[in-house]
């Protein structure tokens, strides 16, 4: 695997020129007074140098003679490492990560400057450290005070994300080997939670066999927080509470992934708590379901990003307007967006390192994102009464047996040369499976 990340190291320094570029690894997060979370490094750190450490540093510097790569990490330190854990240390990040050279963290202003001396510009995204974007702008101040001298030395500052991101958006054979691992331990996971659930049991129980699954065959934990909504809970689109008591006659709606080796999953399912539909579930749920199919099938390469959301939008809101729910012609409802009470989220976004994936959606107004091998993207919409919506003037009030409803049928796709393959094809969701 340091083979492939020396090898994004590369092609990202090819990419700056004569540039420096300045990578912070994430902080640590603190849960409560002096507990803390488990660490979890930042994606682009990780992506290019496979670090788990907090506090370092990763600097790229094409120009420079000797140090290319460098690393500034924490030294070991005996007695901290008793209650804390073991640390890489200053010699191992180069024997390891594969660092030209490693120095401890505390020499960061120090050592910095020779590695920016002579590049012509900074790259670095201003994150949410404030005192570390502080640091970084205070060493491109100084090197512009004394450019006259020099003649060589900083002259902007340029956001690494324009550039890293379009290399993550691409996944590589190694990546796309975790990320299958990570899409078959929460099919498994949904699969165990479909035959576990049953009128009377909580959300949270739910919730606890999905995430045992999790743990149990190797994943990091929860991709995010696991949303199990049943009733009118699953019209909150980010329910995270899970502590209602299921009823016969309700749907549960289940949006849970994993992460696995820092990649992750994302699936969403909706079935009848009691094995049948109602219905106006059933009615609800194949619309959904249809819109879900029939954008999936947009997954092409050469087609736009953009093509799957609006497939998706143009069969919801057929269906919407053949049961009455909404009034007026098709197209006009779309350009005007009064579909957006019943669906008011996007149908996809990227997935990788981060569950909401870098990458951007359109190259300006006229310019949308075209479909590329490598990529995998969700493919998740949906339909949601909710009690309390609030509708054009022309559109008429919502039939109560319609309210209360709340379905997403969500997958993840990957880009082929000749398609897109659904990575989490394992979960059912056609309705005979879902009542059989």
Known sequence: MQAEYQQRREQLMAKIGNGTAIFRSAPMAVMHNDVEYTYRQDSDFFYLTGFNEPQAVAVLAPHHQEHRFVLFVQPKDREKEVWTGYVCGVDAAKEIYGADEAYPISELDEKLPQYLEKADRIYYHLGRDRNFNDQIISHYQKLLRTYPKRGTGPTAIEDTSTILHSMRLIKSKSELVQMRQAAAIATEAHN?????????????????????????????????????????????????????????????????????????????????????????????????????????????????????????????????????????????????????????????????????????????????????????????????????????????????????????????????????????????????????
């Open 192 to 436: 165990r939670a479909m035959q576990f659930t049953e009128p009377g049991r909580f959300e949270y129980e739910v919730q606890a066999e999905i995430e045992h699954i999790f743990r149990l065959r190797g994943a990091m934990g929860p991709a995010y927080p696991s949303i199990v909504a049943s009733g009118v809970n699953a019209c909150v689109l980010h329910y995270i509470e899970n502590t209602r008591q299921m009823q016969d006659g309700e749907l549960l709606l289940i949006d849970a992934g994993c992460a696995y080796g820092y990649y992750n999953s994302d699936i969403t399912r909706t079935f009848p708590v009691s094995g049948k539909f109602t219905p106006e579930q059933k009615i609800l749920y194949e619309i959904v379901l249809e819109a879900q199919k029939q954008a999936i099938a947009q997954v092409q390469p050469g087609n736009t990003f953009k093509s799957v959301h609006d497939t998706a939008v143009r069969v919801l809101t057929e269906g919407l307007v053949e049961l009455g729910i909404l009034q007026g012609e098709v197209d006009k409802i779309i350009e005007e967006e009064k579909y957006k009470p019943y669906y008011m989220h996007r149908t996809s976004h990227w997935l990788g390192l981060d569950v909401h994936d870098v990458g951007v959606y359109q190259h300006g107004e006229d310019k949308p994102q075209i479909l590329q091998p490598g990529q995998v993207l969700t493919v998740e919409p949906g339909l949601y009464i909710v009690p309390e919506t609030k509708l054009a003037e022309d559109q008429p009030p919502t039939d109560p047996r319609w309210v209360g409803i709340g379905i997403r049928i969500e997958d993840d796709v990957l880009v082929t040369p000749t398609g897109g393959e659904v990575l989490t094809a394992g979960v059912p969701k056609e309705v005979a499976e879902l009542e059989g």
